[in-house]
Structures are given as C-alpha cells and as structure tokens.
C-alpha cells in the first residue's frame, strides 16, 4: 500500500482546505482496510482525525471536527478526501492519511494500529 497526501497550505481562520490522499490501486475497495487522517500539532502526539472504515461501510470522526469536517473517498480515483471546513487555530498541524487492516472499531483512533502511512501534508490556521 502506498498513499501520498497533498492539499495543505496557509489559510485563515473560517477557511477552508481539501485535503487528498492518493493510494494505490485497489486499497480503497478493500473491505479488510480503514483509511484514516490523522493530524500532530506541533509538539504534541499525533491524533486521530477521521476515518472511512472497510471501504466506506462507516465514518468516524474526532469529537472537536464533527459538523466541520469531511471524509470521502473516490474508488476510481483511488483517492481519499478530507474537506475541512470553518477551519480553527487548532487545526494547525501536519496531517497524515493512513491505512489499517483488519481493525476493530474500537482500535482504529490509535495510530499505532495503522501500518502504512503517507507523508504528512501541512495546515495552517491564521488567526
């Protein structure tokens, strides 16, 4: 599995940003993988973001972006999206798209139980 995320950049607060995750062929219609974003502030451990599970048959999200932000994914073009909306301050992070397979639900907020990760893409929230 390779994935490459791309999409970050400088916005002001209230903005917006979408965030691509580009993986190789047949990831996203595999039932055994989660596709995550995770984010890590600076200085602080990298968090849990959301999730589209086992290829699409539900979304998770962290408490703080519900109602901000969006996961989707495009089969065709392998793609996983993260549209992030009415973005904050605290968003400012380096965001990562991940997979996992074969996880448990209540597994899949923990970063550790994804084996494949992409480069981190860079979001930054101005006040």
């Known amino acids: 599995v390779q994935l490459q995320a791309s999409g970050g950049g400088l916005v002001q607060a209230g903005g917006s940003l979408r965030l691509s995750c580009a993986a190789s062929?047949?990831?996203?219609?595999?039932?055994?993988?989660?596709v995550g974003w995770f984010r890590q502030p600076p200085g602080k451990e990298r968090e849990f973001v959301a999730s589209?599970?086992?290829?699409?048959?539900?979304?998770h999200y962290l408490e703080s972006v519900k109602g901000r932000f969006t996961v989707s994914k495009d089969n065709a073009k392998n793609t996983v999206y993260l549209q992030m909306d009415s973005l904050k301050p605290e968003d400012t992070a380096l965001y990562y798209c991940?997979?996992?397979?074969?996880?448990?639900?209540?597994?899949?907020?923990?970063?550790?139980?994804?084996?494949?990760w992409g480069q981190g893409t860079q979001v930054t929230v101005s006040s």
């Open positions: 991940a997979v996992g397979a074969n996880l448990i639900l209540s597994s899949i907020r923990d970063p550790r139980n994804y084996a494949y």
């Open positions: 589209i599970r086992r290829a699409g048959v539900s979304i």
């Open positions: 062929a047949r990831t996203l219609s595999n039932r055994n993988y989660d």
